[in-house]
């Protein structure tokens, strides 16, 4: 029993167990813990499962569809084979757990497998530390772009197709944010006649992921526009203001956008989320960002949102990477493979170790070697 590494001193006083994730107050709490059920259970899981890597070989490259009677019979010849492990959702890789280690010896000692007319690549199976995981995490499904099952992809294209089909931003997905566009275009015109939403980033630019933000640039040349003639029209008339921008709904009575600040612009828009568009919460303006914009979720349909309102070059940064995923089909998969090979190295994600001015997305398409 591994006590030592097991348990670690708390500096606060007490003990915490490792294993089994667990904190004590006191000496006697520990010796009841480490005589408990669920201590002892999960030792005897975690020698279960050494026992089980140390008698395993990892086994690919047979045809789909193979049973695991086959590999039984095909393995028998180096030793009694105590069970057979296949992958259930590819069937493209199994692991063999043989009764003693002489057996394993034999099969990783013979130069080559063959079965059926395929080749076998057989190797050692991966030892990983052993660590509790709380069943509410046990029922998440297993990462369709994991390691050994991408291995297992005939060519690195189809490897590389495989990484687009499973992070893409699905269709449905797609016509959710479409619809939600739609909404705020026509709430936003209410109060900033002649004003567009335009959506740019992950979400349009041919290069979205799964529950990616939903980014929006709130263009208002025209509602200023429109606000100026308005202006002129009520002066040339005498009078305070004009038909056409006189509402009681109206807001822009309480502003000039010509020389509003953004912060005072995007109080406004936080105003309008808040008040008028169905499921939005959460709103929040962010003022002291480098890029100032109000973010937002939306209940029913579970994604975020930002609204900017100074961001013209992140549309025509989304138009060019339509062209060049458009111009040339390889482009999207490069994309992507980057992309997740940069967040399993922690360059890119959700909590990236440093700082990068440009995504892959923008890198690769502006680099004529790439």
């Not at 900017?308 to 998969?333: E, G, H, K, M, Y």
């Amino acid at each position: 029993m591994e006590l030592d590494t097991d348990i670690q001193t708390v500096a606060k006083g007490g003990f915490h167990c490792v294993l089994c994730d667990v904190s004590v107050p006191n000496q006697a709490s520990l010796e009841d813990h480490l005589k408990g059920r669920k201590h002892q259970k999960l030792c005897s899981v975690r020698e279960s499962r050494r026992a089980q890597e140390e008698h395993s070989v990892f086994v690919s490259g047979f045809q789909r569809g193979t049973s695991q009677q086959q590999l039984t019979d095909y393995f028998q010849r180096f030793g009694p084979v105590a069970e057979i492990i296949m992958d259930k959702d590819q069937g493209v890789y199994a692991i063999v757990q043989f009764g003693d280690k002489e057996s394993l010896q034999g099969a990783l000692a013979q130069p080559q497998h063959s079965m059926e007319g395929q080749r076998l690549r057989v190797k050692p199976r991966e030892k990983k530390e052993f660590k509790y995981t709380p069943k509410k995490k046990q029922d998440v499904g297993k990462n369709p772009l994991n390691p050994e099952l991408l291995c297992q992809v005939a060519t690195v294209a189809e490897q590389m197709q495989r990484v687009v089909e499973v992070s893409e931003l699905p269709e449905s997905e797609r016509r959710v944010r479409e619809l939600l566009v739609a909404m705020l275009q026509e709430v936003f015109t209410e109060f900033f006649p002649e004003c567009k939403i335009l959506p740019f980033g992950s979400s349009v630019n041919s290069f979205g992921i799964r529950s990616c933000d939903l980014d929006l640039f709130l263009d208002l040349e025209n509602t200023k526009s429109f606000q100026a003639r308005a202006k002129s029209t009520a002066e040339q008339a005498g009078e305070g203001q004009s038909e056409d921008a006189r509402s009681e709904d109206s807001i822009l009575s309480d502003i000039d956008l010509a020389t509003a600040s953004p912060a005072e612009v995007l109080e406004l828009v936080a105003a309008v989320l808040r008040r008028c568009v169905p499921g939005a919460h959460k709103v929040q303006v962010v003022s002291s960002a480098r890029l100032p914009v109000v973010k937002f979720s939306h209940r029913e349909l579970a994604l975020q949102g930002d609204i900017s309102i100074n961001n013209r070059l992140a549309v025509r940064n989304t138009r060019f990477l339509q062209l060049c995923s458009a111009l040339d089909n390889r482009l999207r998969p490069l994309v992507y493979t980057v992309r997740h090979w940069a967040k399993q190295k922690q360059l890119a994600g959700e909590k990236p170790v440093a700082t990068h001015r440009h995504n892959p997305d923008v890198l690769i398409t502006r680099d004529p070697e790439l």
